[in-house]
């Protein structure tokens, strides 16, 4: 779930902080081994702002582990419920990488995933095979910058760029260990589309004009979608919890014209992510 994953990296990069500020009552915060825990629900699945005919919605518990020298591993299953079937098992996805240290203005990882769906999976993403790619994010007291450039396997491979900028918000608890924030957020996605462009060509052959009928294939990096969203996040110990609305603006819509089937479906749309889960 792409859009998912942008939730959860955005979601992961704000928690640091904020775990930062919850312990700061502990005798001590050193890096160790860690287990997480959570489950998630989305109002709205979407790939880029595109959605399948059904306007589906998800749930997706995850299970974590995370190294101290940085390596991690995490698996998330994936239910979808619509108004054509009741919640259903659509696909797992499994996800390795490294998370570089942690800095006073840098923080990032490296990641591989594998997508698991059923073959019946209507999920629009549902030919995506696996992905790989990095993210960035450069933070400061005034405008976080956050960017990501990823590979996209299907029966072809595709380049995603991700640009974004956020703020962190801490509001003040009288609670020791308890943090709460507000991070505003806005982002581009790009991504590469592939298009062929079929038109009539003249020529000279042997001195005799003839009319030929060529098609070129060509692949464009488009915008693919904005985002905007409004990230609320709880933290209490070991506990973490965040409820994110969001704005999405689909762009470049690829539509064929007199096939429904082969043409994208997308709209302006507002969802909302929930998120509940615990470090140990």
């Known amino acids: 779930m792409k859009t998912y994953k942008s939730r959860h990296v955005l979601l992961m990069a704000m928690l640091c902080p904020l775990i930062a500020v919850s312990q700061q009552s502990a005798e001590s915060t050193d890096t160790k081994n860690e287990v997480t825990a959570s489950i998630n629900y989305q109002s709205a699945l979407h790939f880029f702002g595109r959605t399948d005919?059904?306007?589906?919605?998800?749930?997706?518990?995850?299970?974590?582990?995370?190294?101290?020298?940085?390596?991690?591993?995490?698996?998330?299953?994936?239910?979808?419920?619509?108004?054509?079937?009741?919640?259903?098992?659509?696909?797992?996805?499994?996800?390795?990488?490294?998370?570089?240290?942690?800095?006073?203005?840098?923080?990032?990882?490296?990641?591989?995933?594998?997508?698991?769906?059923?073959?019946?999976?209507?999920?629009?993403?549902?030919?995506?095979?696996?992905?790989?790619?990095?993210?960035?994010?450069?933070?400061?007291?005034?405008?976080?910058?956050?960017?990501?450039?990823?590979?996209?396997?299907?029966?072809?491979?595709?380049?995603?760029?991700?640009?974004g900028v956020d703020h962190l918000f801490l509001i003040p608890t009288a609670t020791p260990g308890t943090a709460f924030a507000l991070a505003p957020a806005a982002y581009a996605y790009l991504g590469t589309q592939r298009f062929s462009n079929t038109y009539l060509e003249k020529k000279n052959v042997l001195g005799i004009p003839v009319t030929q009928q060529t098609t070129e294939n060509v692949t464009q990096l488009n915008v693919l979608s904005y985002e905007?969203?409004?990230?609320?996040?709880?933290?209490?110990?070991?506990?973490n919890a965040a409820v994110t609305p969001a704005y999405v603006i689909p762009q470049n819509l690829v539509t064929v014209p007199g096939r429904a089937d082969l043409s994208e479906r997308g709209k302006k749309m507002l969802y909302v992510t929930i998120s509940a889960g615990i470090r140990l």
């Open 228 to 239: 905007i969203s409004m990230p609320l996040v709880f933290v209490k110990g070991k506990f």
């Open 53 to 163: 005919s059904l306007r589906s919605s998800g749930w997706f518990p995850m299970l974590g582990f995370q190294l101290k020298n940085g390596l991690y591993a995490q698996s998330n299953i994936v239910f979808v419920q619509n108004r054509a079937q009741p919640l259903t098992y659509a696909g797992t996805v499994v996800e390795a990488g490294y998370r570089f240290p942690k800095s006073d203005h840098f923080t990032g990882n490296l990641f591989f995933s594998r997508m698991l769906y059923r073959d019946e999976s209507t999920l629009v993403q549902s030919a995506l095979k696996s992905q790989t790619g990095v993210n960035m994010s450069y933070t400061n007291k005034i405008l976080n910058i956050n960017g990501g450039l990823d590979l996209k396997f299907s029966n072809q491979t595709d380049v995603g760029v991700t640009l």
